[in-house]
């Protein structure tokens, strides 16, 4: 007997010993696996913040109905730190991921209530099951959760991990994380958390339902009570400490509905984002990224109150404004419509309008590189051309009806806008060479080869537009649009730093030259058989400007410059309406003083420098010869060797048209520093 009850006890030692050895063995295995595959990521989908150029957060995009972001411990205020262990880990430290003690009296607890009334999950539990964001109460998913929580501990440092958690817990509202909560409830950082709010914030993640100081405050100060209790316990801070924390006076944030900052501006951002830094969706999504970008607040500011003030009431009329720095390419502002909220359609990047005159000066230029000066002279006169080897038949007319009936230079005809004398020269010079001016100044839309294209019946962008004038305000040095400074991740490490991208698209003093024409439409001295187009902003404007506008049946623009800023402005139906109130079609023009005088504010007053190939000459307006004391001048600029040589001659009164001049304003004050 003896001896067969010491075989079974062999037996059944061997089969202990056997099962125990498969279990370290097994454990083992696990432990190599562990250790052999790659670590899970830290991370989670976080919230990307915009900022403007002076460094203010003005948007965020994430989930839909998640805000999250990622700050290092270190930046953390030590007490949510020892708030969050007190409350949910004292042993966090020690522990190797799994705190077997509390398994035991949870297990104990559990089993005498027939009830799970007690947890047991260590902080690097629950964050294991944060990062794989699956909940549910099943088996696969507390071996899956065990299985990261031996990863985490394995490859990442204690620190690491409570990082990882403190971004990562979830408080309800859509927030995750002790930034966005500190901000969401109190209108703070994590940095800056007291003792008070950080235990109440410690105690939200162990029900943000039945803790959230937002919807039940009294239970949110119970659940206070007991984590200042546990930080008491911990010896983190003593109970003087607890007392004045738990009678402090809590002032939660208001979250009203605050209108988007520069909606139009942030979404021609995010198309940025994918189109020059080549992010994805999700990553712009997800990311956490820390976004710079060009945006004034000032800028935008003038921009915004300018298209308020000037376009009101219950018509339906749109506009949109872009202002650009000519020497970087950086987009200052941009406004895309009147109201995002009743329409999204950013009229600044998406919509395409015929641009009316505002095309001229590539017409103009093109015709510098092609051996007209500002002197030319051509006769302003109703004509009718005939094009496509006399096919076709085109009559265009001037503004008002209004014709010199005798020849006028070019320098006037710009700043007159005279129909005439335009359409004559572009199909003198053949309209390809207009088109092939327009695509080196980055105008990518079709063209179609007409003589009307040069009163711009080819739709196009303002950004087009905006991208050519640039190279007039910078002697030749085009600038493509610059909407982002730099991205960098949430950890501050620079993912995509943007540079200027500027090419020498004109030559420079023919560039100079098509600038000082286009100063033409606010210098009363050019006025002739009408006023220049800018006569009615003279008196508005503080220092020399360049500029063109536009107007056609449908659309209304205006588009000028000053050495540090270029500004256009457009206004239309989008539905191609036409503009018959008189105020419709002068809007752009008082938007456009507006923008620029505002956002010129502070700034220097600079001129336009003439290049070293250029002279300056005295011309008679009229007959584009040189001045005498019997005829009045206009400085004229010129290529060396290309001014007129000839002299005006007085003109008999009989023998000139009539020529319909209102009264002149008095000269605006910056004329004594007027360079030409």
């Given at each position: ?17 056997a ?19 790659e ?12 900022y ?28 949510i ?18 705190d077997y ?41 507390k ?6 929580t ?15 958690y ?11 994380g ?11 950082s ?21 803790y ?28 003087e ?25 942030q ?28 945006l ?5 500011a ?24 000519p ?17 999204a ?39 009718t051309?005939r ?17 010199a ?35 080196t ?18 739709p ?26 730099r991205?960098e991740?949430?950890r501050?490490?620079v ?55 536009g ?35 002068v809007?752009?023009?008082k ?20 290049t ?51 009264k ?13």
């Amino acid at each position: 007997m003896d001896t067969w009850f010491r075989k079974r006890l062999k037996v059944i030692g061997m089969i202990i010993a056997a099962g125990v050895a498969t279990i370290f063995i097994t454990y083992g295995i696990l432990l190599a696996t562990v250790y052999v595959q790659e670590p899970p990521p830290l991370t989670v989908p976080q919230t990307a913040k915009v900022y403007d150029a002076e460094g203010e957060l003005i948007a965020e995009r994430s989930t839909p109905g998640v805000t999250r972001y990622w700050i290092s411990v270190e930046d953390m205020s030590q007490h949510i730190i020892d708030a969050t262990l007190a409350a949910e880990d004292a042993d966090f430290f020690t522990h190797n991921g799994f705190d077997y003690s509390r398994i035991a009296a949870a297990t104990i607890a559990n089993l005498k209530s027939f009830d799970k009334v007690q947890g047991a999950s260590t902080l690097t539990q629950q964050y294991a099951r944060n990062l794989f964001g699956d909940l549910t109460k099943t088996w696969s998913r507390k071996i899956r959760e065990a299985y990261v929580t031996l990863q985490l501990e394995m490859h990442y440092s204690k620190e690491d991990i409570l990082e990882g958690y403190l971004n990562t817990i979830y408080f309800g509202h859509g927030v995750y994380g002790v930034e966005a909560a500190a901000q969401y409830f109190f209108n703070t950082s994590a940095s800056d958390l007291t003792i008070a709010e950080a235990a109440l914030l410690a105690g939200i993640p162990k029900g943000p339902g039945l803790y959230s100081p937002e919807i039940h405050f009294d239970n949110a100060k119970d659940r206070q009570g007991y984590v200042l209790k546990q930080m008491v316990k911990s010896r983190k801070i003593s109970k003087e400490d607890a007392e004045q924390a738990k009678a402090a006076t809590i002032a939660l944030a208001n979250h009203p509905n605050e209108p988007l900052r520069a909606p139009y501006y942030q979404q021609a951002v995010f198309q940025a984002l994918q189109e020059k830094a080549g992010l994805t969706e999700r990553q712009i999504q997800t990311g956490g990224l820390r976004i710079f970008t060009t945006l004034q607040p000032h800028v935008q500011a003038s921009a915004e109150q300018a298209v308020s003030r000037h376009v009101h009431g219950q018509s339906s009329i749109q506009a949109a404004v872009v202002v650009m720095e000519p020497k970087t390419g950086k987009v200052r502002a941009l406004v895309g419509g009147r109201d995002f909220e009743e329409s999204a359609f950013n009229r600044a990047t998406q919509a395409k309008r015929a641009p009316g005159s505002t095309f001229k000066p590539l017409l103009y230029y093109t015709a510098l590189a092609n051996g007209f000066t500002p002197a030319t002279t051509l006769v302003s006169e109703p004509t009718t051309f005939r094009y496509d080897d006399g096919r076709e038949v085109y009559k265009p007319d001037n503004y008002n009806g209004y014709y010199a009936n005798a020849p006028i230079t070019m320098a006037q005809a710009l700043a007159l806008s005279d129909n005439i004398f335009a359409v004559k020269t572009n199909l003198f010079l053949g309209e390809q060479r207009l088109i092939e001016t327009a695509k080196t100044l980055g105008i990518d839309s079709a063209l179609q080869p007409v003589p009307s294209l040069a009163l711009g019946t080819s739709p196009v962008s303002l950004m087009e537009m905006t991208e050519a004038y640039t190279a007039f305000a910078n002697q030749g040095v085009k600038a493509e649009p610059l909407f982002i400074e730099r991205v960098e991740n949430y950890r501050g490490e620079v993912l995509y730093e943007a540079k200027p991208e500027l090419t020498q698209a004109l030559d420079r003093d023919l560039a100079f030259l098509t600038a000082h024409m286009m100063t033409g439409m606010f210098d009363q001295e050019l006025n002739g058989y009408t006023t220049v187009t800018g006569q009615d902003l003279v008196s508005e404007l503080h220092r020399p400007y360049a500029g063109k506008s536009g107007t056609t049946n449908t659309d209304t623009w205006m588009i000028g410059f000053t050495p540090q800023l270029v500004s256009t402005v457009w206004l239309g139906y989008d539905q191609g309406q036409t503009l018959d109130i008189p105020a419709e079609k002068v809007a752009s023009k008082k938007i456009w003083a507006d923008v620029m005088e505002k956002s010129h504010e502070g700034l220097p007053l600079r001129t336009f420098q003439a290049t070293e190939g250029v002279i300056p000459v005295a011309i008679d307006p009229s007959s584009g010869k040189r001045a005498t004391t019997s005829c009045k001048g206009r400085m004229m600029y010129f290529e060396r060797g290309t001014a007129p040589q000839g002299y005006c001659q007085p003109t008999e009164p009989e023998k000139r048209a009539p020529t319909p001049v209102p009264k002149k304003p008095r000269e605006a004050w910056w004329k004594e520093f007027w360079p030409f």
